[in-house]
């Protein structure tokens, strides 16, 4: 069964970082395309940032570029979003997603920019 753990939210200052973590396991980790997803209060889900199985192509929302980077270790089955310069437009619930698999979602980790 395909399961996904998000964790590594939490409260920060405008401006602060974070680092954000994804285990994954029950499938094939390490041939697989991962998403991060966030979604605000009152708002839909939005796409963050996809990282293929190789590494060989990472994409981001325009609203984030130059400031989050994911990346994954597939020796761990593990996947990351480094977020830095965070801004109070980024707080919202964050999500890991195997797109090979829509029905399954993570709990998602909370992530809140305010001063």
């Known amino acids: 069964q395909v399961r996904l753990v998000e964790s590594g939210g939490g409260v920060v200052q405008p401006g602060g970082s974070l680092r954000l973590s994804c285990a994954g396991s029950?499938?094939?980790?390490?041939?697989?395309?991962m998403r991060w997803y966030r979604q605000a209060p009152e708002k839909a889900r939005e796409v963050v940032a996809t990282i293929t199985a190789s590494s060989a192509t990472i994409t981001y929302a325009d609203s984030v570029k130059g400031r989050f980077t994911v990346s994954r270790n597939n020796a761990n089955n593990m996947m990351y979003l480094q977020m830095n310069n965070l801004k109070p437009e980024d707080t919202a619930i964050y999500y890991c997603?195997?797109?090979?698999?829509?029905?399954?979602w993570g709990q998602g980790t909370q992530v809140t920019v305010s001063s």
């Open positions: 997603k195997v797109p090979r698999f829509p029905a399954y």
């Open positions: 029950g499938f094939d980790f390490n041939s697989l395309t």
